[in-house]
């Protein structure tokens, strides 16, 4: 297999790893979706393409021809034990939640309170759980999907649920980046399979714009976390006034 063929394949695995689909990759480059199936198809691209499309996913040409290297899918979901090392330690989920996002390493000095070392052996624990790859300069390759997802009902979750929910929505949402909404209703088993389908579109949305800004300094990016769920539900204060059913 030639070179070439590595990359575009490597570049496959990095769109499926981001939700990113073909049209929306032909909006971001300004070509028809056809243009770009044509492109992917035939395996034809010319460097300044390549580059565009790497672009559009937040790496550089050397993080690509590693990955065609590698040829294999990046995680979608961490292990049990990678997730609780990550809750066990703040430092290395802050260090982790850096790095997919492709902080570089001034910027983390600027921002953090982390000497040196102590960033570097948080990146190096990052390696040894098999959540990053550790290239030198401390520059870390993430070997987790852009859009990797929690497993359910795992540490992190439970995290979240216990520790960290509070604290999320302890604030009013009133700023100008703020948005809530909270709403109820009844709907049939379709309607509720349509609002999931939705949920996931605007995951995948999220993804990305995640992508798209990766490549910005950290001075023109904000730290954003959405929360998005639905499930059948009846507030625990109505439970005294539900009547009971055979």
Request: charged share 25%; hydrophobic share 45%; net charge positive.
């Amino acid at each position: 297999m030639s070179v070439s063929v590595d990359l575009i394949n490597a570049l496959k695995r990095g769109l499926r790893a981001q939700g990113l689909t073909y049209r929306e990759l032909a909006q971001r480059l300004r070509l028809s979706e056809a243009a770009v199936k044509r492109m992917f198809s035939r395996r034809a691209m010319s460097l300044l393409r390549l580059e565009q499309v790497c672009e559009v996913l937040g790496i550089g040409l050397a993080e690509l021809g590693a990955e065609a290297g590698r040829g294999s899918e990046p995680m979608a979901r961490l292990s049990e034990a990678q997730e609780q090392a990550l809750v066990d330690d703040p430092a290395l989920m802050l260090a982790m939640f850096l790095s997919i996002n492709r902080w570089r390493q001034d910027d983390v000095m600027a921002h953090f309170a982390f000497t040196l070392p102590q960033w570097t052996g948080l990146l190096v624990k990052l390696d040894r759980l098999g959540i990053i790859e550790l290239q030198p300069g401390n520059r870390a390759r993430p070997l987790t999907a852009r859009n990797f997802r929690w497993l359910t009902d795992g540490p992190m979750e439970r995290h979240f649920r216990g520790a960290l929910l509070g604290d999320y929505f302890a604030d009013p949402f009133d700023g100008e980046q703020d948005r809530l909404l909270l709403l109820s209703g009844s709907l049939s088993p379709e309607g509720v399979k349509q609002m999931k389908q939705h949920l996931e579109d605007v995951a995948r949305e999220f993804d990305g714009l995640l992508a798209r800004d990766a490549a910005l300094p950290a001075e023109q990016r904000v730290g954003v976390s959405l929360v998005l769920a639905q499930k059948p539900w009846l507030l625990k204060l109505f439970a005294p006034y539900r009547r009971a059913r055979d």
